[in-house]
C-alpha cells in the first residue's frame, strides 16, 4: 500500500479529476433515468409535455454522451500517468541502488510484479473506482426513490455477494498460487539467460532445462487450475444473478397494483439496478485482484 499510496501522491491531481469526472458522470445518468421515468409516468397519465420538458430530456441526453466520454478519457490518462510513475519509479530506484538488486532479479520484477501491476493500473483501478462511486450513488437515490423496493434489491444482491465472498476466498489463494509458480518460472529463465557462459562450461545445460520444465509444468497446471475456478464462479454468478432483478419485478408489480408507487419509478429501478447488483456482486473478485495488485506492489521499490 506504500508504493500505491506514492504512485497516487505523485498524481493526485489527475486522480482528483478521475474520481470528480465519475462522480459528474454518474450523477448525469442517474438525473436522466429520473427524468426518464418522469416521461413514463406522464405518457401513463396522458399528460401534456411541454417542449421544456423534451428540450431537458435532449439535453441531458448530450450531456450524459459528454459526460461518458470525459469520464472515460480522464480516467484513461490517469491510469497511464499512474503507470508511468511505477514503471520510472522503479528505474530510478534500480540507478540509485545498483548493488542491491541483481541483474535477474530486476528483469523478473521488471516482467512479472510490474508488468501485471501496471496491467491492473490500466485496465481495472480507477474503473473499479468509477463502479464504486455508481454503486454509492445508485444506492442512495433509490433509497429516496422508494425504500422498499431499494430493500428488495439488496437483500437478494447481498446474500448472492456472502456466496461469492466464500467462494472467492478460495479463488484468491489460487491466484496467489499461480503468480507464485509463474516468478519461479521467470527467475529460473533470467538466470538461464544470465550465466549462458558458465553453464555451457560446467556442462549443467541438462539440469537447468529439466528446472525450467518443471517450472513451466507448475505453472501450466496452476493456471489451469484458476482458469476453470472462475469459470465456474462465473457460471454460477451468472445464473443467479437475475435473481435481484426478479425481486425487484415481482415487488414492483405488487406495489403498482396496490396503487402505491408509479410505473416510472420501477423503470427508474429497472435501468439503474445494474449499477448496484453487478458491483456488489463482483466485490469478492474486485479484492481478490485488489489483494493480488497491493501483493506485487509489495515487491517493487520505487524512487
Same mark, same amino acid.
Given at each position: ?41 406522464? *405518457? @401513463? ?6 417542449? &421544456?420538458?423534451?428540450?431537458? !430530456?435532449?439535453?441531458?441526453? #448530450? /450531456?450524459?454522451? +459528454? ?71 445508485? *444506492? @442512495? ?6 425504500? &422498499?423496493?431499494?430493500?428488495? !434489491?439488496?437483500?437478494?444482491? #447481498? /446474500?448472492?455477494? +456472502? ?91 405488487? /406495489? ?48
Amino acid at each position: 500500500m506504500k508504493v500505491l499510496r506514492k504512485i497516487l501522491a505523485m498524481n493526485r491531481i489527475w486522480v482528483f479529476l478521475a474520481v470528480f469526472a465519475a462522480v459528474f458522470s454518474y450523477g448525469v445518468q442517474i438525473i436522466y433515468t429520473h427524468q426518464v421515468g418522469d416521461l413514463v409516468n406522464k *405518457i @401513463v397519465a396522458r399528460d401534456s409535455i411541454s417542449p &421544456l420538458f423534451v428540450f431537458i !430530456l435532449a439535453l441531458f441526453i #448530450l /450531456l450524459q454522451v +459528454l459526460s461518458v466520454y470525459g469520464n472515460h478519457t480522464i480516467g484513461h490518462y490517469a491510469s497511464e500517468r499512474a503507470s508511468h510513475s511505477l514503471r520510472m519509479g522503479f528505474m530510478r530506484y534500480l540507478l540509485k541502488n545498483r548493488s542491491d538488486v541483481s541483474e535477474d532479479q530486476a528483469m523478473s520484477i521488471v516482467q512479472g510484479e510490474i508488468s501485471m501491476s501496471m496491467d491492473y493500473l490500466n485496465n481495472s483501478f480507477f474503473e473499479i473506482i468509477g463502479n464504486l462511486i455508481a454503486c454509492l450513488l445508485v *444506492i @442512495v437515490f433509490l433509497f429516496f426513490e422508494n425504500v &422498499l423496493l431499494t430493500i428488495a !434489491l439488496l437483500v437478494p444482491t #447481498l /446474500l448472492i455477494l +456472502l456466496y461469492v465472498s466464500l467462494s472467492g476466498t478460495k479463488l484468491a489463494k489460487i491466484t496467489k498460487a499461480t503468480l507464485a509458480a509463474k516468478s519461479r518460472m521467470n527467475r529460473t529463465a533470467f538466470s538461464i539467460a544470465k550465466n549462458f557462459p558458465a553453464i555451457s562450461v560446467y556442462d549443467a545445460g541438462a539440469f537447468l532445462e529439466e528446472k525450467y520444465e518443471q517450472d513451466l509444468s507448475a505453472w501450466e497446471k496452476q493456471f489451469k487450475k484458476d482458469d476453470r475456478m472462475n469459470a465456474v464462479l462465473n457460471s454460477i454468478s451468472g445464473l443467479i444473478s437475475r435473481l435481484p432483478l426478479l425481486c425487484v419485478f415481482f415487488c414492483g408489480a405488487t /406495489l403498482i397494483f396496490r396503487g402505491d408507487m408509479t410505473l416510472g419509478t420501477l423503470i427508474v429501478f429497472l435501468n439503474l439496478q445494474n449499477s448496484v447488483t453487478r458491483f456488489l456482486m463482483n466485490t469478492p473478485i474486485f479484492i481478490a485482484r485488489f489483494k493480488t495488485f497491493t501483493s506485487n506492489l509489495s515487491k517493487v521499490n520505487i524512487a
